[in-house]
T-cell receptor, first 114, second 112 residues
Framework: DGGITQSPKYLFRKEGQNVTLSCEQN?????MYWYRQDPGQGLRLIYY???????QKGDIAEGYSVSREKKESFPLTVTSAQKNPTAFYLC?????????????FGDGTRLSIL | QQQVKQSPQSLIVQKGGIPIINCAYE??????FPWYQQFPGKGPALLIA?????SEKKEGRFTISFNKSAKQFSLHIMDSQPGDSATYFC???????????FGKGTLLTVNP
């Protein structure tokens, strides 16, 4: 079955630690996205990538980094510079390069601070 | 310019009722308006979407109504069921904007 796989499902971060969230898709989609979801805040865009080896900052990119070395993979690193990392992180992908296409989401990674 | 305002924040209806969730946008370049459904611990899933060349779209029990002049669109759920209890997000995108802008969500509870 085609889809988006996010791992791990739960992740704990210690002070000063960088952690990496995995996102893999086998939908052959061009564009991939990372969102942060906080209670009552909806989904806020962290980073997006429309093509391999290229990515753009979203609305809340500070304290995060990404890479896009392969079409199917778009890992997100939450760095120690992100002072409030506790949230539900969602990865999405879409065919084509425009926002006016359906986005398919993974089932998320819940990150908490130890 | 990029905001999508969604209301209400939460909604409780009885089984068989017709919950209505409303969204308003500001950017007239938006030309794609999807609705997503999210269950706890899961990612959002596309429910139904509309483009501004039509005023209404139905898929099963779900209907989107779109008012271009008012820059508003809404989701109606006919004959709602307890299994429809979830968080619903409206969103919008278009023009040179490659991003999807989401509303803040509506938590719907359908009581048996």
């Amino acid at each position: 079955d085609g889809g988006i796989t996010q791992s791990p499902k739960y992740l704990f971060r210690k002070e000063g630690q960088n952690v990496t969230l995995s996102c893999e898709q086998n939908l052959n989609h061009d564009a991939m996205y990372w969102y942060r979801q906080d209670p009552g805040q909806g989904l806020r865009l962290i980073y997006y990538s429309q093509i391999v080896n290229d990515f753009q900052k979203g609305d809340i990119a500070e304290g995060y980094s990404v890479s896009r070395e392969k079409k199917e993979s778009f890992p997100l690193t939450v760095t120690s510079a992100q002072k409030n990392p506790t949230a539900f992180y969602l990865c999405a992908s879409t065919v084509g390069h425009h926002g006016n296409q359906p986005q398919h989401f993974g089932d998320g990674t819940r990150l908490s601070i130890l | 310019q990029q905001q999508v305002k969604q209301s209400p924040q939460s909604l409780i209806v009885q089984k068989g009722g017709i919950p209505i969730i409303n969204c308003a946008y500001e950017n007239t370049a938006f030309d794609y308006f999807p609705w997503y459904q999210q269950f706890p611990g899961k990612g959002p899933a596309l429910l139904i979407a509309i483009r501004p060349d039509v005023s209404e779209k139905k898929e099963g029990r779900f209907t989107i109504s779109f008012n271009k002049s008012a820059k508003q669109f809404s989701l109606h759920i006919m004959d709602s069921q307890p299994g429809d209890s979830a968080t619903y997000f409206c969103a919008a995108s278009g023009g040179s904007n490659y991003k999807l802008t989401f509303g803040k969500g509506t938590l719907l509870t359908v009581n048996p």
